[in-house]
């Protein structure tokens, strides 16, 4: 553990750890519909600490949750250095069932 001080280092440790999250959807077949960020500020910063969710379309897929985290980031950041960073997928269900509209 360390404190991250560059944006850029911050937001290369967010999109592996949105990689890990999808390889984990994945592999239990579940699909997340609501993303969630945490950047916890570092003893040392006079920022205070990013806390972000936002629902989404139901995904699994790398790119869209790499994407979708770096914007909520960057939405959010205000400088500072992070010392802690968490990614959860949320509201799961399985990648197996699909809804279907009554009207399409």
Known sequence: PRDYHKQREIE????EMAEN????????????????????????????SVKVSRNIEATQNTKELQD?????FREKYQGGAI????????QLS?????????FE
């Open 68 to 72: 979708l985290a770096i914007s909520l």
């Open 83 to 90: 010392r802690q960073i968490g990614i959860s997928g949320n």
């Open 12 to 15: 290369l440790v967010i999109k």
């Open 21 to 48: 999250l999808a390889i984990r959807l994945r592999k239990g077949g579940k699909l997340a519909s609501n993303l969630s960020l945490y950047a916890g500020a570092a003893s040392t910063s006079e920022y205070s």
């Open 94 to 102: 399985d990648s197996c069932v699909k809804q279907l509209s009554l």
